[in-house]
């Protein structure tokens, strides 16, 4: 009989993670990794569990190819952070509403797609997007925070004085 494997630390998920999206850069050209980095910092900041820091880590990993889903579910990681990346693993041709009832339906995973849609939606990342693709993705953004029933930061309100 073999002894159960350690758990991969945090530190560890972190090193993972940017090495497999190591040669992957974000729409406005800049390391992904600096995005990941940025989810798993919101996902700590808004309260997150190791394991949904985790999860925010390897949360783009199994959509973008960086790992496979057997890499994944051989990991040395708790169960609930695998199926915290699968449910914020968006499958080709999946229709929002789905793909929301998905997080929504697994523990813990809100969080993660939260963090995850706030710096997407980042006006500084935004601005640096050529205009048609901003407004698509803003749209897009808009779109599935609804169905998440995550309300967006209001603007402030306009002095009537």
Avoid: C, F
């Avoid at 910092?41 to 199994?62: K, N, Y």
């Amino acid at each position: 009989m073999t002894a159960p494997r350690a758990q991969l630390t945090l530190a560890e998920v972190e090193a993972i993670a940017r090495e497999a999206h190591a040669a992957q850069r974000d729409k406005a050209g800049r390391p992904y990794s600096e995005h990941l980095a940025a989810v798993a910092e919101g996902v700590r900041a808004r309260g997150g569990s190791d394991d949904q820091i985790a999860a925010a880590w390897l949360h783009d990993a199994v959509e973008d190819d960086a790992l496979t889903e057997r890499w994944l579910a051989d990991a040395a990681l708790p169960q609930q952070v695998k199926d915290m990346v699968l449910a914020v693993t968006k499958r080709d041709g999946e229709e929002p509403a789905a793909y929301t009832r998905r997080i929504l339906a697994t523990p813990g995973a809100l969080l993660i797609k939260e963090a995850d849609l706030a710096h997407n939606a980042d006006p500084a990342r935004l601005a640096v997007l050529e205009p048609a693709t901003r407004t698509r993705l803003t749209e897009k953004y808009a779109l599935v925070r609804g169905l998440l029933g995550l309300t967006a930061p209001q603007p402030p309100a306009e002095r009537q004085d």
